[in-house]
């Protein structure tokens, strides 16, 4: 059994997520279609990267994952087929799978779509590949070889002053607030020194703690979540309203200062 995967921007208001799963379902062939979000923040490619990157290593290999965000973002939408360890990714080119995996995947550009720029048209050219690959058709020797372009930035770092500049990618239904640093990110740059996580300039954290519970309820924390990205929560608590953290804001004032 095999499964295709959206992921967009659309939201759920009105019925485009509905239109894609019924343009798709004629070249489906038995495959099951799988949401994984359609509520990712317009034009946030970071917010877009760590969704796709939390959900698409947990589906079997041969699975068939279709980016509809920002998908419009250039003057000609493009199609761009990439494939990494047995998954494939159907997306613009606009940065979300090199930085959602990690690394810059093979990828081909879908010639094809040539039959118009609607919303239709590319999913149209995206069940046509999907169709071609469950027949086992030798279609990637076909496609001419794609460089897809890269947006990945680690977290600014300042190494005389030891401090660590994060940003917001994600708010969970529970307000956690997950920032653009990994596990392996923080040790790297720690080296197993003490550290202060600070935020909205009078907010500090000085521990990583295991699990929520490792604070008393209504008390703030940080720990890595199940994708090993920071967190920063509160027991019982929304972490996000209480202190005022949001997506898109210049204004959250997010630092580690390792001493």
């Known amino acids: ?28 062939n038995g495959l099951n279609i799988a949401d ?14 760590y969704l796709l990157g939390s959900a698409y290593k947990n589906f079997p290999a041969g699975t068939y994952h279709i980016l509809l965000f920002d998908l419009f973002s250039e003057k000609n939408p493009s199609l761009i087929l990439s494939a990494h360890e047995g998954h494939y990714f159907f997306s613009p080119d606009n940065g ?14 879908c010639d094809g779509y040539k039959k118009g720029n609607t919303f239709s048209d590319w999913l149209n050219a995206t069940g046509e590949i999907i169709s071609s690959l469950e027949a086992q058709k030798n279609i990637l020797s076909g496609l001419p070889p794609y460089q897809l372009k890269s947006v990945y930035h ?23 607030v997950v920032v653009n640093i990994t596990k392996q990110q ?21 521990e990583i703690s295991s ?21 920063i929560c509160i027991n019982h608590g929304r972490a ?3 202190f005022g953290l949001r997506l898109n804001s210049g204004n959250n004032n997010i630092k580690i200062v390792f001493e």
């Open 1 to 28: 059994m095999g499964y295709i995967t959206l992921l967009s921007d659309l939201g759920l208001h009105d019925a485009s997520v509905a239109v894609a799963k019924g343009v798709l379902m004629p070249y489906a």
């Open 186 to 206: 923080f040790e790297s740059l720690g080296k197993n020194r003490q550290f202060r996580l600070q935020f909205m300039q009078v907010e500090e954290i000085n």
């Open 36 to 49: 994984i979000t359609h509520d990712v923040s317009p034009f946030n490619i970071r917010q877009a990267a």
């Open 211 to 231: 699990n929520y519970t490792d604070a008393r309820q209504g008390y703030k924390l940080c720990r890595f979540n199940s994708n090993d990205y920071l967190e």
């Open 96 to 109: 979300t799978v090199p930085l959602a995996i990690g690394t810059t995947p093979a990828s081909w550009q």
């Open 240 to 242: 996000a309203s209480l």
């Open 154 to 176: 680690p977290p600014g770092h300042l190494p005389e002053a030891n401090i660590v500049d994060c940003e917001v990618i994600h708010i969970d239904r529970y307000e956690n």
